[in-house]
DNA sequence: CTTGGAATGTCAACAACACTGACATAAACT
DNA sequence: AGTTTATGTCAGTGTTGTTGACATTCCAAG
């Protein structure tokens, strides 16, 4: 071995970042982050007989109001009856309103209520407020690498609609 | 503003990577990175028809074998009851076997049979295989950033347990 | 205009995985 | 002897996911 460079140089010649034990350690590190990254938003939801599956349907009608039940399913990646069921408790919650597409009239629009808009905002800033202390601790150099990696972690159709997200 | 120092230089002054924009895309890449993340192993465990549960069981007993099971309740983070379902298939298939501790009795100590190596083989070597995908286009620098963002997103006794499992 | 297919919604059944609460047993500690 | 600890088990419940079947509405092609 004539050139053994050890260590995390920025090289990119060493492949030691790697390892099956750094793998392993990733693949930890994200379980135990992830658990993180919702605990903030269950325990609201709880309280609320909400689910982890109510959260992500009003964060992504928030984040793109109007948009199809159908887009929302390739977004979530379930069955149209998985979603259907928790979208019918945020409409009779009045937390969503669905509205009949005026070119297509077989689709249905999703919109938050100011009540669905207040709850999105609650568990928003709970994981906002986790994500801006770990982003803080980590620095933007380190915000950077992680979100290279996630990326690179997705399906490709994840991968298209996380773009599509960001445009 | 003197100095409008735009873009994510590494200088750590700008604090434009703590904006909500940026936080949210964080958010979003998080989920949909933990879906690819779960993905390879979800479809070869639907075809055993086990669960995540059992893969993280599985995982964390072949990290520490000889583990008990109160150990392993706190690295879950899960009760008893969810847990023991899930022991006592893995068990009952031959995957895992519970011994008595010698200096505690009250005490089980899990270990991975052949049978369950193999099985924990199959699911590591295809999360790795995507790990080792993303680390690489990634580049190691990346991946620094992504361990310590996600280090910095655990719950304090989680990332205690992170720590362990490393020593 | 009729027919086929797409988008949506609904009903029913089921499985995985989490929870709480209650209770049992054995072993260890005080 | 009494209490605590570690574990296991039974029963019930809730969320979230799945399939399968079927109805409705509408667009579009023949």
Redesign the pocket.
Known sequence: MPEGRTGQGYGGESLLFLTDEQLRQGIEAMFFAYRGFTADPDRI?AEL????????AVHFINRSPGT????L?SI??????????????LIGDGLVI?K??E??????HLYLTDQGAALEATLSDAQRARMRAAYKDAGPEAVQGFKKVLEAMMDADMRRAYAKLRD
């Open positions: 939801l007989s909400y689910g982890r599956a109510h959260h992500r199809t039940v159908n887009n399913l979530l990646g379930v069955t149209k009856q998985s979603l259907n069921r928790v979208l019918r408790t669905s009949v597409g070119l297509d009239k077989r689709e249905r």
